[in-house]
């Protein structure tokens, strides 16, 4: 599994040292930078989840209670 996750991340950083127009001090804080995207989605996606039991309590509590029954029953 470790191998796996270090090959995609440098070559992830392989093609954004080629692939990138921008300078080459920016592209070098890209390549290494880019795993935080996949991480800044999954961040977002929880925040929006957490307000909308707020925002929406009647639906979103019913639904989280499943997931997470789901989740219980799967693991």
Sequence with gaps: M????T???F???VWSLAR???QPAERVVLSLLWPLG???FLATVAV???A???AYP???VPATMVVVAVWWLLS
């Design 2 to 5: 470790v191998t796996a996750i």
């Design 7 to 9: 090959i995609l991340y």
């Design 11 to 13: 070559a992830g950083v």
């Design 20 to 22: 990138t127009d921008a």
């Design 38 to 40: 996949p991480l800044a």
């Design 48 to 50: 929006l989840l957490a």
């Design 52 to 54: 909308s039991v707020i």
């Design 58 to 60: 009647l639906v979103m």
